[in-house]
């Protein structure tokens, strides 16, 4: 039932994208609780810079995404070469949330 959630949530948002990936294909995201695609971030949040942590994966359709560690949510990445070097990878995002479309606006990824 979690993954017909998953790709349900994953086929929403790519159809707001343009796109329609099917799952998150990182080690850790199997391991895991299934992510949902969700933003919790006011619009006075997605103005400030926050630090996400999670893991680095790809999507079907090749887009990187943070899978965030405690919630499990799942952030497309707008700096796409930056994060195809930490793919697999547990990482710190910093970052601010646009969460009109899921997406961190990426300043930094680091190791975590």
Known sequence: ????????CLMLLGLLLGCV??????????????PQLTSTASADE???EKTFT??????DDGRFALQE???NYVYLLDDQE????????KVKVI???DS?????????????
């Open 21 to 34: 990936p099917q799952s998150v294909t990182t080690a850790a995201a199997s391991q895991a609780a299934s």
């Open 54 to 59: 999670g893991t680095i994966g790809q999507l």
């Open 82 to 89: 930056k994060a195809k070097q930490f793919a697999g990878k």
């Open 46 to 48: 997605s103005s400030s």
């Open 69 to 71: 560690s405690n919630s």
């Open 95 to 97: 970052g601010s949330l």
């Open 100 to 112: 009109s479309a899921s997406t961190i606006k990426v300043t930094d990824i680091q190791a975590a």
């Open 1 to 8: 039932m979690k993954k017909l959630n998953v790709v349900v």
